[in-house]
Nanobody, 124 residues
């Protein structure tokens, strides 16, 4: 079992930056691919960014490419999402998740463990 806890959500102005963290416990998350997802009010949860177990492979959803960066520290068992040039449409609850098959895919399907989420609100 892997327990995931997100933090770093905030209320920021458009154009600002936020860094989210996802701390893993229970067992090492180094074998898992990790992902960030978001769910805006009244909408489905969508993929934001993914990273392989080694960190060498990353992928991003089109709305965040060039603005967000996913990274991980396998020593600290922590996943990060650096969010720059934020827009009001980035407002959502952000979740991290882990998958055992170490596949980076633009999908919410196949993830084995999920955190509880952290709120990011971007004001215009």
């Amino acid at each position: 079992q892997v327990q995931l806890v997100e933090s770093g959500g905030d209320l920021v102005q458009a154009g600002g930056s936020v860094r989210l963290s996802c701390a893993a416990s229970g067992r090492s998350f180094s074998p898992y691919a990790m992902g960030w997802f978001r769910q805006a009010s009244g909408k489905e949860r969508v993929f934001v960014a993914g990273i392989s177990s080694s960190g060498r492979v990353t992928d991003y959803g089109d709305p965040v490419k060039g603005r967000f960066t996913i990274a991980r520290d396998n020593i600290k068992n922590t996943l990060y999402l650096q969010m720059n040039s934020l827009k009001p449409e980035d407002t959502a609850v952000y979740y991290c998740a882990a998958r055992r098959d170490n596949v980076v895919k633009l999908t919410t399907v196949g993830y084995d463990y999920w955190g509880q989420g952290t709120q990011v609100t971007v004001s215009s």
